[in-house]
Structures are given as structure tokens and as C-alpha cells.
């Protein structure tokens, strides 16, 4: 009896050898957990089963959608805004302090008196004394308390809201502060800091913890204890706190509230409507108050009206 061959005729079977799909030169007995293909340790990364390949790992990078916040930033963004305005105001107190040749009265500078809110100078055309007058403040003491306000307010309030949206809420609370101002202080007077702004971060903040549903007592206990403060302490602008405080919960709500999909329609509509207001109540008060002509001295800030 004859035995059959352990073969098929033709010898042994030959093996097959797989090679990976990106280095055809190199030989692998590896494969993606997610779609099959060859690949060698080096074309593979782990995962949270198996290993994917570089297609697939590349597919997914394409299609992540970073988690957004409430206001749809970015989630995790690092907060650069609030860093820079803090900058922006420190430059403009070392310029006014070496001008004034002080660090607690800064009356003197020159940046100071023309930079200042005047009421009747911003009626008299100097409108940029709407903005520039919450980057100006009058003593070491006086920049400190703000900066640091500002740094514990800004930091939070940025993380959630992204760097532009943050950046519009002061920008419209310091416009809204000094509008304020306009109607509500005595037209020969001089208001400057960056309260008003960071009062519209205070209120801000507020919604936004409301509409996180987060614990509101502390942060109702600041509001509160700075409004009063506000109202007791002689020399603080009120005017600026409120107009500050109202555009900044406005639009702060404008910024969390609406639904996703009209969001950014509800925060930028608002935003231009609230340019809008605060534009049309400056150029009535312009027409209220008049022209003037004022004077400067180291007495202070003389202005009669303009004939």
C-alpha cells in the first residue's frame, strides 16, 4: 500500500507574508482593530481597543468636534484677553505716572487731562475720551484694586465665554459706564478707571452662573458689598458702576442664553443693537450739553460754554 505524500504535489504550501499598507518593504503580521488594513508598529497607535492605523486615526482627528461651552467657545481656551487689557492699562499708568513725575497723583499728565472722561469735551467732538478714560486711573492704589478686579473676574468669565465675546463685554460695559457718565455726572467733571468695565464683568459673571446654575451666593455677596461701597465711599464714580454693571448683564445674557442654534445671531445682533443705543444716547446728550470751551492749568479743568 502506498502512503499519500504529506504535500500536495508541488511541495509545501507557501506562507503568505502581509506587508504594511505605508511601508510596502516592511513585512507585518499586524493589523488595524478598526479596518483591517496591515500595518506595522510604527503606522499604528493605540487605542482604546487595539491599535488604529494612521488612516484611521487621521479620519478621526478630522471629524473631533472640540466640546463647546455654554456661549460656544472653544472648551479649555487659555485666557489671553483678560492678560492683555491688564497690559494695556499698566503701560498707560507708567506713561501717566512718569508724566505726572508721582505714582499717587497722577493729575498732572498730560495723558491724564486728555485722555479723561470730561462730559463736555466728548459733547465739544473729543469722543475718544469715551474709551480711552477707562484705561486712566489716578494713584498706584487706585490701578491695583482694578487690576487685581479685573484678574479674578476676567479670568473665569474668559475661560467660558472665549476670548472675542469677552472681549466685547468689557469693550461695551466700559462704553456703557461712560455713557453713563454722559447723562448722569455733572458736565465739568473728570471720571477715569476701568470700574465701569469690570462692574460689566461683575454683572456678566452673575448670568452666566445663574444660567450654569452654579452656587450665586458668594459672587451675590461681592456684587453687593461693591455696590454699597460704591454708594458710601466719596469719589467713586456710581454713574460708571451702573451703566457699567446693566450693559454687562445684557449682553453677558445675550452670550449664554440664547439656544445653539441661533446663537451667535442673539450674541452679535445684541451686541451691534447695544453699539447702537449707546451711539444714539451720546450724540442726545451731545445735543443737551452743548459746546464748550475748557481750559487747563495746574489749578485743574476750567470750562465755560461756547459761543
Given at each position: 500500500?502506498?502512503?499519500?505524500p504529506?504535500y500536495?504535489?508541488?511541495g509545501?504550501?507557501v506562507?503568505?507574508?502581509?506587508?504594511?499598507?505605508?511601508h510596502?518593504?516592511?513585512a507585518?503580521?499586524l493589523?488595524?482593530?478598526?479596518?483591517?488594513?496591515?500595518?506595522?508598529?510604527?503606522?499604528l497607535?493605540?487605542?482604546s481597543?487595539?491599535?488604529h492605523?494612521?488612516?484611521?486615526v487621521?479620519?478621526?482627528?478630522?471629524?473631533?468636534?472640540?466640546?463647546?461651552t455654554v456661549?460656544?467657545?472653544?472648551?479649555?481656551q487659555r485666557p489671553?484677553?483678560?492678560?492683555v487689557?491688564?497690559?494695556?492699562n499698566?503701560?498707560a499708568?507708567?506713561?501717566?505716572?512718569?508724566?505726572a513725575?508721582?505714582?499717587?497723583?497722577l493729575?498732572d499728565?498730560?495723558l491724564?487731562?486728555?485722555g479723561g472722561?470730561?462730559?463736555?469735551e466728548?459733547?465739544?467732538?473729543e469722543?475718544?475720551r469715551?474709551l480711552?478714560?477707562?484705561?486712566?486711573?489716578g494713584?498706584l492704589?487706585?490701578i491695583?484694586?482694578?487690576?487685581i478686579?479685573l484678574?479674578?473676574l476676567g479670568i473665569?468669565l474668559e475661560?467660558?465665554?472665549?476670548?472675542?465675546?469677552?472681549l466685547?463685554?468689557?469693550?461695551l460695559?466700559?462704553l456703557?459706564?461712560?455713557?453713563?457718565?454722559?447723562?448722569?455726572?455733572?458736565p465739568?467733571?473728570l471720571?477715569?478707571?476701568?470700574?465701569?468695565?469690570?462692574?460689566?464683568l461683575?454683572?456678566?459673571l452673575?448670568?452666566?452662573?445663574?444660567?450654569?446654575?452654579?452656587d450665586?451666593?458668594?459672587l451675590?455677596i461681592i456684587?453687593?458689598?461693591?455696590v454699597?461701597?460704591?454708594?458710601?465711599?466719596?469719589?467713586?464714580?456710581?454713574q460708571?458702576?451702573l451703566g457699567?454693571?446693566?450693559v454687562?448683564?445684557?449682553?453677558?445674557?445675550?452670550?449664554v442664553y440664547?439656544?445653539?442654534?441661533?446663537r451667535k445671531a442673539?450674541?452679535?445682533?445684541t451686541c451691534?443693537?447695544?453699539?447702537v443705543?449707546?451711539?444714539g444716547?451720546v450724540?442726545?446728550?451731545?445735543?443737551?450739553?452743548?459746546n464748550w470751551?475748557?481750559l487747563?492749568?495746574?489749578q485743574?479743568?476750567?470750562?465755560?460754554p461756547a459761543?
Amino acid at each position: 500500500m502506498t502512503t499519500p505524500p504529506p504535500y500536495p504535489i508541488g511541495g509545501p504550501p507557501v506562507p503568505q507574508t502581509q506587508v504594511c499598507s505605508w511601508h510596502p518593504d516592511r513585512a507585518t503580521g499586524l493589523t488595524c482593530t478598526r479596518c483591517g488594513r496591515p500595518a506595522c508598529p510604527e503606522c499604528l497607535t493605540p487605542a482604546s481597543v487595539g491599535f488604529h492605523c494612521r488612516a484611521c486615526v487621521a479620519e478621526a482627528r478630522a471629524n473631533y468636534q472640540a466640546p463647546k461651552t455654554v456661549a460656544g467657545s472653544q472648551w479649555g481656551q487659555r485666557p489671553l484677553v483678560s492678560m492683555v487689557l491688564i497690559g494695556i492699562n499698566l503701560v498707560a499708568f507708567a506713561v501717566t505716572a512718569v508724566q505726572a513725575r508721582s505714582v499717587m497723583d497722577l493729575s498732572d499728565s498730560a495723558l491724564y487731562a486728555r485722555g479723561g472722561l470730561i462730559p463736555v469735551e466728548v459733547a465739544s467732538g473729543e469722543y475718544w475720551r469715551l474709551l480711552t478714560g477707562g484705561f486712566l486711573h489716578g494713584s498706584l492704589i487706585h490701578i491695583a484694586t482694578n487690576m487685581i478686579s479685573l484678574y479674578i473676574l476676567g479670568i473665569p468669565l474668559e475661560r467660558i465665554l472665549g476670548r472675542g465675546r469677552f472681549l466685547a463685554i468689557y469693550l461695551l460695559s466700559l462704553l456703557g459706564a461712560s455713557v453713563s457718565v454722559l447723562f448722569f455726572s455733572a458736565p465739568v467733571s473728570l471720571t477715569i478707571g476701568a470700574s465701569g468695565a469690570i462692574y460689566g464683568l461683575m454683572g456678566a459673571l452673575l448670568v452666566t452662573f445663574k444660567r450654569l446654575r452654579y452656587d450665586l451666593r458668594q459672587l451675590l455677596i461681592i456684587v453687593a458689598l461693591n455696590v454699597f461701597i460704591t454708594f458710601q465711599v466719596p469719589g467713586i464714580s456710581w454713574q460708571g458702576h451702573l451703566g457699567g454693571l446693566v450693559v454687562g448683564a445684557v449682553v453677558g445674557a445675550a452670550m449664554v442664553y440664547p439656544p445653539q442654534q441661533s446663537r451667535k445671531a442673539w450674541q452679535w445682533g445684541t451686541c451691534i443693537g447695544v453699539v447702537v443705543v449707546l451711539l444714539g444716547l451720546v450724540v442726545l446728550r451731545d445735543a443737551q450739553i452743548g459746546n464748550w470751551f475748557c481750559l487747563y492749568s495746574v489749578q485743574g479743568i476750567s470750562c465755560v460754554p461756547a459761543h
